[in-house]
């Protein structure tokens, strides 16, 4: 596939000419196609030689040069311009390597969440018949320093795991030396099952936004980023049509989450610190 990236660059052209829909281009259009024609012939067909000389002489027999009949300009609809647009959006905006994700945990992640969208879900079971388990919620300072026999405390541990991410929360928090013991959360979220499970549920919510915001959003308001809507203004919250807050309409219409603590009440009565902690 050696013309791939000259193909790519005929497409772009041709998506660019479509979206301006200007009728004076339909003779660009035409060079175009026939030049992708070229370029993809060799590698995609069989007999390519007999195959394209029988398309362009059957052309020239009815006196049309080849894709001189084009239907062009196309239709022009709303949903055509959409969809163009954002065509033409995905073929032109590159990506910078420096952006790519480096940490193998977080494409692992990513990869996990992107197949589950496309999933058949599974109905879930009826809740006497979910299982549980006992686990702490987050770490405490002692657990996070407590030794094991080998001399390695969880804290060390997670470090040499997640080197990257620990020094990114350095980075973040700017704390140094042991006072990052006085910080739990971080340790909590990479180590205990149940705080990543908690913590990924309420990245699913999110995400859906983040889908609902691609899907719904207008040109301008994706050129714009998705923080300037998330961090709306207060007329943006009070505003029903605004689309912060149809985006949280269609987020609470799919996304519902059950989390539940059998002893949280008898921690919470005696006053144990791990009734704070959930």
Same mark, same amino acid.
């Given at each position: 596939?050696?013309?791939?990236?000259?193909?790519?660059?005929?497409?772009? $052209?041709?998506?660019?000419?479509?979206?301006?829909?200007?009728?004076?281009?339909?003779?660009?259009?035409?060079?175009?196609?026939?030049?992708?024609?070229?370029?993809?012939?060799?590698?995609?067909?069989?007999?390519?030689?007999?195959?394209? &000389?029988?398309?362009?002489?059957?052309?020239?027999?009815?006196?049309?040069?080849?894709?001189?009949?084009?239907? @062009?300009?196309?239709?022009?609809?709303? %949903?055509?311009?959409?969809?163009?647009?954002?065509?033409?959006?995905?073929?032109?905006?590159?990506?910078?390597?420096?952006?790519?994700?480096?940490?193998?945990?977080?494409?692992?992640?990513?990869?996990?969440?992107?197949?589950?969208?496309?999933?058949?879900?599974?109905?879930?079971?009826?809740?006497?018949?979910?299982?549980?388990?006992?686990?702490?919620?987050?770490?405490?300072?002692?657990?996070?320093?407590?030794?094991?026999?080998?001399?390695?405390?969880?804290?060390? @541990?997670? %470090?040499?795991?997640?080197?990257?991410?620990?020094?990114?929360?350095?980075?973040?928090?700017?704390?140094? &030396?042991?006072?990052?013991?006085?910080?739990?959360?971080?340790?909590?979220? #990479?180590? %205990?099952?149940?705080?990543?499970?908690?913590? &990924?549920?309420?990245?699913? #919510?999110?995400?859906?936004?983040?889908?609902?915001?691609?899907?719904?959003?207008?040109?301008? $308001?994706?050129?714009? &980023? @998705?923080?300037?809507?998330?961090?709306?203004?207060?007329?943006?919250?009070?505003? =029903?049509?605004?689309?912060?807050?149809?985006?949280?309409?269609?987020?609470?219409?799919?996304?519902?989450?059950?989390?539940?603590? =059998?002893?949280?009440?008898?921690?919470? #009565?005696?006053?144990?610190m791990r009734a704070t902690d959930i």
């Amino acid at each position: 596939m050696k013309p791939l990236p000259d193909l790519c660059k005929k497409f772009e $052209e041709l998506v660019e000419i479509l979206k301006d829909s200007d009728p004076s281009k339909k003779d660009s259009v035409v060079l175009l196609l026939q030049d992708m024609l070229e370029l993809d012939t060799p590698d995609m067909m069989v007999n390519e030689i007999r195959e394209l &000389g029988e398309l362009s002489q059957g052309s020239k027999d009815s006196g049309n040069q080849l894709f001189a009949t084009v239907a @062009y300009p196309p239709p022009n609809t709303a %949903q055509w311009e959409v969809q163009i647009r954002r065509l033409h959006l995905l073929l032109t905006v590159k990506e910078s390597a420096s952006n790519a994700l480096t940490n193998l945990e977080a494409c692992r992640r990513m990869t996990f969440f992107s197949n589950s969208l496309f999933m058949n879900m599974p109905r879930a079971p009826r809740v006497r018949k979910m299982l549980s388990f006992s686990e702490e919620t987050t770490y405490s300072k002692s657990d996070l320093e407590m030794e094991n026999e080998d001399g390695v405390s969880i804290l060390y @541990y997670l %470090q040499k795991i997640y080197p990257d991410e620990w020094n990114n929360f350095m980075e973040c928090i700017n704390f140094k &030396g042991s006072e990052i013991l006085e910080n739990d959360e971080n340790a909590s979220l #990479r180590g %205990q099952t149940l705080s990543k499970t908690v913590r &990924g549920m309420m990245y699913y #919510r999110r995400a859906l936004k983040l889908q609902a915001f691609l899907n719904m959003a207008s040109e301008d $308001e994706i050129l714009e &980023g @998705y923080n300037s809507i998330i961090e709306p203004s207060d007329e943006d919250r009070k505003s =029903q049509r605004s689309t912060y807050t149809q985006l949280e309409v269609v987020a609470d219409m799919k996304f519902t989450y059950v989390a539940t603590c =059998q002893i949280y009440g008898n921690q919470k #009565r005696s006053g144990d610190m791990r009734a704070t902690d959930i």
